[in-house]
Nanobody, 116 residues
Framework: QVQLVESGGGLVQPGGSLRLSCAAS????????MGWYRQAPGKQRESVAT???????NYSAFVKGRFTISRDNAENTVYLQMNSLKPEDTAVYYC??????????WGQGTQVTVSS
């Protein structure tokens, strides 16, 4: 059974930081491309950042320079370090895994709220 479990969300003031974690089980984690997506109320889900099995990263323009994605294959965990948070970063953040063979999975999401 595949599980992706996100944690680390919460309420933070503008300019603050949060670190999201996604623990994976039931997959061969090291061969998967892992990603973080987000969905704000009334908006479509959008990509935030991805990291391939070789460690190559890709960021959406709206987070480049502020967020950092990383992975620990020994712990089957992917992280998203979020700095300089803005109110517009408020959303539910989802972890995603995609195998080289096309299968993909989603976590249940974790709420991030940026507000003073």
């Amino acid at each position: 059974q595949v599980q992706l479990v996100e944690s680390g969300g919460g309420l933070v003031q503008p300019g603050g930081s949060l670190r999201l974690s996604c623990a994976a089980s039931g997959i061969s984690f090291s061969i998967y491309t892992m990603g973080w997506y987000r969905q704000a109320p009334g908006k479509q889900r959008e990509s935030v950042a991805t990291i391939t099995r070789s460690g190559a990263t890709n960021y959406s323009a709206f987070v480049k320079g502020r967020f950092t994605i990383s992975r620990d294959n020994a712990e089957n965990t992917v992280y998203l370090q979020m700095n300089s948070l803005k109110p517009e970063d408020t959303a539910v953040y989802y972890c995603n895994s995609q195998s080289p063979f096309g299968s993909y999975y989603w976590g249940q999401g974790t709420q991030v709220t940026v507000s003073s």
